[in-house]
């Protein structure tokens, strides 16, 4: 099934915002990462429930279905293999390659992507330092601690 990018935007901006708050999704919460007015959200989110990408019911919490997980975990590992290539390779500052990687993670051809993870020899983290799921989805995992656990000497 095809999508656009802006549906594709939204499935990742849903998984985006479940992976950094542990909170239940709400249609204000994407309006505001993307920028655009809840009404539209609203308008996108019947569209993606109707490809059963999305599990949506007016005034109850959004998730991702399996298969717009899927969606989205894809998208990431896109973004974040081409950030990697553009500070690796062209010599980019990783400031400067969210916006070109934006671009880039529309392409629909999974044999370039496949290829530049080999290219990158299949790197498990971005300049960011964000993880980079492999390709069947599944993320890199890291003991992590939160700062303010840390005790000062």
Do not use: C
């Amino acid at each position: 099934m095809p999508l656009t990018q802006t549906e594709e935007n939204y499935l990742k901006a849903i998984f985006t915002i479940a992976d950094r708050d542990d909170l239940p999704i709400r249609t204000n919460d994407i309006a505001k990462l993307l920028s655009t007015k809840a009404s539209s959200v609203t308008d996108m989110l019947k569209k993606l429930a109707e490809k059963k990408l999305i599990h949506y019911e007016r005034y109850k919490p959004i998730t991702l279905s399996e298969s717009g997980a899927e969606v989205a975990t894809h998208l990431i590992r896109k973004h974040r293999l081409w950030e990697t290539f553009l500070v690796e390779n062209l010599g980019f500052n990783w400031s400067e390659v969210h916006h070109i990687a934006e671009q880039l993670e529309h392409i629909k051809a999974p044999e370039l992507v496949q290829r530049l993870a080999d290219y990158l020899d299949n790197p498990l983290y971005d300049p960011h330092g964000d993880p980079i799921p492999d390709a069947s989805g599944h993320f890199p995992q890291r003991e992590q601690v939160l700062l303010g656990t840390l005790k000062l000497r």
